[in-house]
């Protein structure tokens, strides 16, 4: 009797605590105040029929920018998204951190194709990287040789400080390999990538710049579209692969491959132009083919709105 009185209480506790946590839980989560625009969403699944009938989501999404203007939510199932259109929306939740970029960290998704996978310090520091270097980069953007020596230069840097931070005083060996190439500075690449493959790229890339952020959207947007999206995206990334380890050997480069395949594409993928580039453009971190894609920390003050914790943003520059 007192047993089963004691698993009964147990039962009755266990039930409260995980309905208080799921309440805490959908109240971070709930909209205070107004609710920006956007198409018709239904309870439990929000635009989801929209999102499957879409057969190239970009050209919609910027059809809502014209009908509801820079900042418009489409709800996915339970996930709240809030597109924006624009730099200056972003300011003021990005100085106060009530926003992550999450740009790497969602494009890096597109690389399990290939066996390329990141862990989550790894995503912070080729940020770190990115937020240090990218205007270098973007200058040497269309000299292959010369931005593959930079990322590697780059690398070693970022390798070198963590090294110093962790009481290690010795040269790490991308050091030291980057010494031998740099006495081979003079090569130069004579069979380049063809042109084709990083706009074919861009191109899928830019027809669902919520895909490539991971298993939810896996098949949103039209099933079949994706599908073979991601076959494509395969089969370049591999093509892209293939040509950075045959110039690495060219150039003497002896590096993280996985690093600097990402790094390569981010630059070769972004929008951004080194003369051109604002204080903004550091602050909100990388993008692909002008896209990034944020996370909500905390309530965010994004315009006249209050936008909830853990709403995935997705902004156009």
């Not at 956007?38 to 989801?48: A, D, E, K, N, R």
């Not at 899928?204 to 073979?228: A, D, E, S, T, V």
Request: charged fraction near 25%; glycine fraction near 4%; hydrophobic fraction near 40%.
């Amino acid at each position: 009797m007192v047993q089963e009185v004691i698993i009964t209480t147990a039962a009755v506790i266990l039930g409260i605590s995980t309905l208080y946590y799921l309440l805490l839980r959908l109240a971070q989560n709930a909209w205070v105040g107004d609710i920006p625009p956007g198409p018709t969403s239904y309870p439990g699944i929000g635009c989801l029929l929209l999102y499957l009938k879409i057969p190239e989501l970009v050209h919609q999404i910027e059809k809502y920018f014209i009908v509801y203007g820079n900042i418009f939510t489409m709800k996915c199932g339970r996930q709240k998204v809030v597109f924006t259109l624009g730099n200056e929306s972003l300011m003021k939740a990005t100085k106060e951190k009530q926003i992550e970029n999450t740009t790497i960290r969602d494009f890096s998704k597109v690389f399990s194709a290939v066996n390329t996978t990141l862990k989550s310090q790894e995503v912070v520091y080729l940020q770190n990287i990115w937020d240090a270097s990218f205007l270098e980069m973007l200058k040497v953007r269309e000299d292959d040789a010369a931005l593959m020596r930079l990322i590697a230069d780059k690398i070693c840097q970022e390798d070198e400080k963590i090294a110093l931070e962790n009481g290690l005083l010795t040269a790490s060996p991308s050091s030291k390999d980057l010494l031998k190439s740099k006495n081979d500075a003079n090569i130069i690449l004579e069979d380049g990538l063809e042109p084709e493959v990083l706009e074919n790229l861009s191109d899928i890339l830019k027809q669902r710049p919520l895909h490539w952020r991971g298993l939810f959207f896996k098949y949103f947007g039209g099933w079949r579209q994706n599908k073979l999206a991601r076959v494509e995206i395969q089969e370049k990334i591999e093509e892209i692969q293939e040509y950075l380890n045959t110039s690495s050997q060219t150039l003497n480069i002896q590096t993280e491959k996985r690093f600097l395949l990402i790094l390569y594409l981010l630059v070769k993928l972004s929008k951004l132009q080194h003369f051109s580039a604002q204080k903004s453009d550091l602050q909100l971190g990388p993008d692909v083919c002008g896209w990034r894609t944020f996370t909500c920390q905390e309530y965010a003050d994004i315009q006249k709105y209050k936008v909830p914790k853990y709403t995935l943003i997705v902004a156009k520059i």
